[in-house]
């Protein structure tokens, strides 16, 4: 069975772009969630899908958009970049849409803003 | 702030020998999982132990939970250099809308 897929791997950016990256969840698996990694922070939660459907959202503001198909394949888009969003960002698939479930975690996408 | 918080922050051991970290977090729980990252990679899942657990092997791992102290240890036995990485906690808080919450993750080093 295949893992979780994110594209692209690497991304740069220059500050006021948008940026769009994709995730293909593992197959059967229904919940996507996407987190920010920095060195600072850690791992933040952004936001959760589950059945197209927006379930839980983390505090991080209205740039950080997302979106999830019928095939549960997930995008999440950064309007206006800015410096401090320079973070890996993972997206993790799960059977259900609680969180309990073990979370499948993709190899990340690296941005880097300009 | 981190619901889950690692200690110690990186740990450094020769290959052969036990690695324990700890976690400990704020809030009653629903289960803890603990992952581990390679460099810049993505997370694995090692372990998930309920809030009705105790203590959970798997391999090589033994996870601890005492929630009257809102804590949990990680062992990794017999170290190899293989077991380099990042290891993070991340608790699941009861009720509805919950979600994973990572720690900022503790990273160990074992030498060959």
């Known amino acids: 069975k295949a893992g979780v897929t994110q594209t692209p791997r690497y991304l740069i950016k220059t500050r006021g772009q948008q940026v769009t990256l994709s995730c293909s969840p593992i197959s059967g698996h229904r919940s996507v969630s996407w987190y920010q990694q920095t060195p600072g922070q850690g791992l933040q939660f952004l936001f959760e899908?589950?059945?197209?459907?927006?379930?839980n959202k983390g505090n991080f503001p209205g740039r950080f958009s997302g979106r999830q198909f019928s095939n549960s394949r997930s995008e999440m888009n950064v309007s206006t970049l800015e410096l401090g969003d320079s973070a890996l960002y993972l997206c993790?698939?799960?059977?259900?849409?609680?969180?309990?479930?073990?979370?499948?975690f993709g190899a990340g996408t690296r941005l880097s803003v300009l | 702030s981190q619901q889950g918080e690692e200690d110690p922050q990186a740990l450094s051991i020769q290959e052969g020998e036990n690695a324990t970290m700890n976690c400990s977090y704020k809030t009653s729980i629903n289960n803890l999982q603990w992952y581990r990252q390679n460099s810049g990679r993505g997370l694995v899942h090692l372990i998930l132990i309920r809030s009705n657990e105790r203590e959970k092997h798997s391999g090589r791992l033994r996870v601890t939970l005492d929630t009257s102290k809102k804590s949990s240890s990680l062992l990794i036995t017999a170290s190899r250099a293989a077991d380099t990485a990042s290891y993070f906690c991340a608790t699941v808080v009861s009720g509805a809308n919950s979600k994973l919450t990572f720690g900022k993750g503790i990273t160990l080093s074992v030498r060959p």
């Open positions: 993790a698939s799960s059977r259900g849409w609680e969180a309990k479930n073990i979370q499948y």
């Open positions: 899908y589950f059945s197209e459907t927006q379930r």
